[in-house]
């Protein structure tokens, strides 16, 4: 954590699946403690998430958008910071999931530069 730049960043994460996994929220406290209230980085999440109550009603007042390049980048001209989990909903399991994980992480770090 002591090496986050001021200005904008894309905190770029993994969690071990779904909503309720704990590293989600220890990762969340650490942010907090270490930048403060004013820092802490939206979450960009899937739309299947954000389409589930109470989810949305839990996650969204929390600062969580829909996870597109368009939100980060929005996120980012206002100057704040943006939290992924690349390919946390959609790739987990099947043939293909390790190269569209490799392909989210590129996606994200890809938008990290613009």
Not at 49 to 78: E, K, M, T, W, Y
Request: charged share 15%; net charge positive.
């Amino acid at each position: 954590m002591e090496r986050i730049p001021e200005g904008p960043s894309l905190f770029v994460a993994n969690h071990s699946g779904g909503i309720w996994t704990p590293d989600s929220y220890m990762l969340g406290w650490a942010i907090y403690k270490t930048l403060g209230l004013d820092r802490m980085p939206y979450g960009l999440a899937h739309e299947v998430i954000l389409s589930q109550p109470p989810v949305n009603q839990i996650l969204c007042p929390l600062g969580v958008v829909r996870a597109s390049h368009d939100n980060a980048l929005r996120i980012f001209a206002a100057g704040r910071s943006a939290l992924v989990y690349p390919g946390a909903t959609t790739t987990r399991c099947g043939p293909t999931a390790a190269r569209t994980r490799w392909s989210s992480a590129i996606g994200a770090a890809t938008s990290a530069w613009r």
